[in-house]
């Protein structure tokens, strides 16, 4: 078991629809591995988890969801019915909320506090990590109402005095996320530019750390293939409060997978040594608890 006595990890998870919730292949090996080393091993005090799917306001106005039970949001189209019946045994934390709000505010950033509940970049990837959860409390931060990489860099770096006091940090988006071109690919296999793009970013989360690998990543906005992986940034600016909020700490990758413009790119800082990664090998099993 990882000792909360020492800085937890952070995570860069690519979160998919609400779909997820079957056995999706490796997405889904992943997502078992992740509940169980979330329930089993770390242990945390709570989840701090930035979502794409929730924007900020003014050029550095941050939201964080105060709600002790929070409602789950069902912020996603023409999915079947049962999907937008879906429950949750889980809970937030207004202490944990308050926490992060005083945080960001002494950061200088305007943070303020609202009963919004979670929405699909929140509860679908952790749903399908740990079915019942009513044991971690779940905290969710907007991101800026911007594409300013280098403020969510920052947004990070705030957060992290967190990983002290025994908190998780999630950045929940996808490593490429282009739904306008996505049935153009359809079952083909994914475009050039998924890939290169896929590439480069693990190239940076794991071969560089602390100021020069935030500088990189800020970079990916003048990438070549940046608006064909992402015609807006939203899903890709939690890489960058993960990344800010990893500081020296190395990356792993821990799932890579694709369809068609998506990606399913999801990483790791901070991991203790003896961790034991995922393996898709189709014995992972739902994590049931």
């Not at 929940?172 to 530019?193: C, E, I, M």
């Amino acid at each position: 078991m990882t000792s909360l006595a020492t800085k937890t990890p952070v995570f860069f998870v690519s979160h998919g629809g609400p779909n997820l919730l079957e056995n999706q292949a490796k997405p889904g090996d992943f997502y078992s591995w992740f509940g169980q080393y979330l329930k089993n091993e770390l242990k945390p005090k709570a989840i701090v988890i930035i979502s794409a799917h929730w924007q900020g306001e003014g050029p550095n106005g941050i939201f964080v969801d105060v709600s002790e039970k929070p409602k789950l949001i069902y912020d996603f189209y023409n999915f079947p019915k049962h999907y937008y019946e879906e429950k949750w045994d889980h809970q937030g934390s207004p202490a944990v909320a308050s926490r992060v709000i005083d945080l960001l505010n002494k950061s200088g950033l305007k943070a303020s506090g609202q009963k919004y509940g979670n929405d699909h970049g929140v509860w679908v990837p952790l749903k399908r990590a740990m079915r019942s959860n009513p044991h971690i409390p779940i905290v969710e931060v907007s991101t800026f109402s911007h594409e300013d990489m280098d403020m969510h860099v920052k947004l990070g770096e705030a957060l992290a005095p967190l990983r002290d006091e025994g908190v998780v940090i999630i950045g929940s988006g996808s490593a490429v996320h282009n739904l306008r071109q996505l049935w153009t690919y359809g079952d083909k296999p994914s475009p050039k530019f998924v890939l290169d793009f896929d590439k480069d970013m693990e190239k940076i989360a794991c071969r560089s750390t602390g100021q020069e690998r935030n500088e990189k990543a800020n970079e990916l906005s003048n990438h070549r293939s940046f608006r064909d992986c992402h015609p807006t940034a939203e899903h890709l600016v939690p890489f960058h409060v993960a990344l800010g909020a990893a500081g020296e700490d190395s990356g792993k990758k821990l799932l890579t997978d694709y369809f068609s413009t998506l990606s399913w790119g999801s990483y790791a800082f901070g991991l203790p040594k003896e961790t034991t990664l995922p393996k898709y090998d189709g014995t992972q099993t739902r994590d049931e608890l």
